[in-house]
């Protein structure tokens, strides 16, 4: 496999076990033998995929997460990471800038 799939690939398994994680940890009947029993589950099947080398900032943020939520049991924390990262998402979109060039008063 080259360089470019392992990355694709890792990547998407980083995403789905965060959006997991998200998900699951924003529930109204959050129940942490119940988060703990699935993140490490679901942390077997990420353990099979080979780790790549990340450079963009949200690669990095996104593979800590995933490490913080494996290690972590604290609901807090984590929904403050997931916000933080859920941030960090959207400021990749491009938002253009409509009317710019009009005041109005």
């Known amino acids: 496999m080259n360089d470019k799939v392992k990355r694709v690939k890792y990547l998407r398994g980083l995403e789905k076990f965060a959006k997991l994680a998200i998900r699951n940890l924003k529930r109204d009947d959050y129940d942490e033998s119940k988060f703990r029993a699935l993140v490490d589950k679901n942390s077997q099947i990420l353990a ?49 800038n409509k009317h710019k060039g009009q005041i109005y008063e």
């Open 48 to 96: 099979k995929i080979e780790p790549v080398y990340l450079d963009q900032p949200y690669s990095k943020s996104l593979c800590e997460f995933v490490n913080l939520v494996i290690t972590l049991n604290d609901k807090t924390t984590l929904l403050k990471a997931a916000n933080s990262l859920e941030k960090l998402k959207n400021l990749k979109s491009y938002k253009k």
